[in-house]
């Protein structure tokens, strides 16, 4: 038995093959070519931006440069991990992408680091903790508003290793290592929630590593104890306020503890 043969199957089959072919022959020209050409700009854009100005784009095209000028390389040639590398090295830089474009155009698109918590440790020393848990150094340039903590905090900026992420729950962690992580865990609800980023004005840690909460309203403190049920804590809070303080008034309590689950112990003056 003859078997038909299916030209017009066959013929699309190697117009598919030619034309794929002849793509990657063209792609891989283009891409040659493209390596060949002169970095002939180097432009630097802010991504994500917050507002903030700890670096400018002279900042970055310094230390784009500091390993050899970049204008009038070959593209080809250019780092571009390296390059990331090294604007990475700025501690107000959180993320970095490095790419070349048509015309020998080098793109560096960066996003500025976000702080989120200014620290004042025991020795006066300060430095900020971002969103990402990541330790910042304060700037001679730019000094962004972000919420303060201090009191008996001993965590020195040269302690960028420490595991900010780990929970209160982890005991084999030192205290003082836990506590500098429990302030980043409050900064971090306070910043997220518009009510709290508005009305409070400070983290203080007590002699016992205790969070407490000095509020822009009435003339009280709120003693947390630490970050564990910490949304319910707020709640509760919150529902003190509308149906305790709105009726008492604001300054009738110096302390207003919620160290204990489910409720709300008050102090009077």
């Not at 970055?60 to 040639?77: M, P, R, Y």
């Not at 830089?93 to 790419?99: G, L, Q, R, S, T």
């Not at 302030?183 to 709290?196: G, M, N, P």
């Not at 303080?245 to 009077?268: A, D, E, P």
């Amino acid at each position: 038995m003859k078997t038909k043969v299916n030209f017009k199957k066959i013929l699309t089959i190697a117009g598919w093959v030619i034309f794929s072919a002849s793509m990657l022959l063209l792609l891989g020209f283009v891409n040659q070519k493209q390596e060949a050409l002169k970095c002939s700009e180097v432009l630097v854009e802010m991504k994500g931006d917050m507002g903030h100005e700890f670096v400018d784009k002279n900042d970055v095209l310094k230390l784009a440069n500091s390993k050899g000028k970049l204008i009038g390389k070959s593209v080809g040639t250019i780092n571009t991990a390296l390059l990331e590398k090294i604007i990475l090295s700025n501690p107000f830089i959180e993320a970095v992408e490095v790419y070349s474009a048509i015309g020998g155009v080098l793109h560096i698109d960066l996003i500025q680091r976000n702080p989120i918590v200014r620290i004042i440790n025991k020795n006066d020393e300060q430095y900020y903790i971002d969103q990402t848990g990541a330790f910042m150094p304060v700037s001679d340039r730019y000094t962004p508003p972000a919420l303060v903590a201090n009191g008996y905090i001993f965590n020195t900026y040269s302690e960028m290793n420490v595991n900010i992420g780990a929970t209160t729950s982890e005991v084999s962690l030192p205290k003082i290592q836990r506590t500098i992580e429990q302030v980043y865990v409050l900064a971090q609800f306070l910043e997220t929630d518009s009510f709290w980023s508005t009305n409070t004005e400070q983290i203080y840690v007590n002699e016992f590593q205790e969070l407490e909460l000095i509020p822009r309203v009435g003339d009280h403190k709120i003693l947390l104890g630490d970050t564990t049920n910490l949304s319910e804590k707020m709640n509760n809070l919150i529902a003190f306020y509308r149906e305790g303080l709105n009726k008492t008034g604001w300054n009738k309590y110096s302390i207003i503890n919620l160290k204990y689950k489910n409720q709300v112990v008050c102090t009077k003056k």
